[in-house]
């Protein structure tokens, strides 16, 4: 019984700091590097495009809107980010959208068993369909099924 405790506890610690690992790339993948990023490239362009090159004295209209670094910042906002959003939509929408959908179905496995489920639901082969996806439930929820399947 000691024996079993100490290697559920084990696992359990294993479990944590893997979903911890998996927390923490997400969180920095997904946020934090684009958000660090886009500062960045902020300053950098500040100091390229207004500091060294002087546009400003070239462009009067630039040094009213452009006064300082917050001023750069807050016009980069305001024109660069709603450029991107449609530039994004456009892409997933009519570009690379539906081919990364055929080729995480084709690579992935559980998207690739969705859509073969699916398929089979269409069919009416729901019997099927669950066999499919059984694998990817968690084995506490599949003896929980079973046992209510019985009751």
Not at 65 to 81: C, D, K, Q, R, W
Request: proline fraction near 3%.
């Amino acid at each position: 019984m000691y024996r079993r405790v100490v290697r559920l506890v084990r696992a359990r610690k294993r479990d944590l700091i893997a979903r911890l690992w998996i927390y923490f790339k997400r969180g920095h993948s997904s946020y934090f590097v684009y958000i660090l990023t886009f500062l960045n490239f902020i300053v950098i362009q500040y100091r390229l495009l207004i500091e060294k090159l002087t546009i400003l004295s070239h462009i009067p209209i630039l040094s009213f809107f452009i006064s300082s670094l917050a001023s750069f910042a807050l016009t980069i906002l305001l024109v660069y980010v709603p450029l991107c959003i449609v530039v994004g939509w456009v892409d997933v929408k009519k570009f690379s959208g539906p081919t990364e959908s055929v080729i995480r179905a084709e690579v992935d496995p559980y998207s690739r068993d969705i859509a073969l489920a699916l398929y089979l639901i269409c069919q009416g082969k729901t019997q099927e369909a669950m066999k499919v996806l059984e694998r990817w439930l968690p084995e506490d929820f599949k003896l929980k099924m079973c046992r209510a399947q019985r009751h």
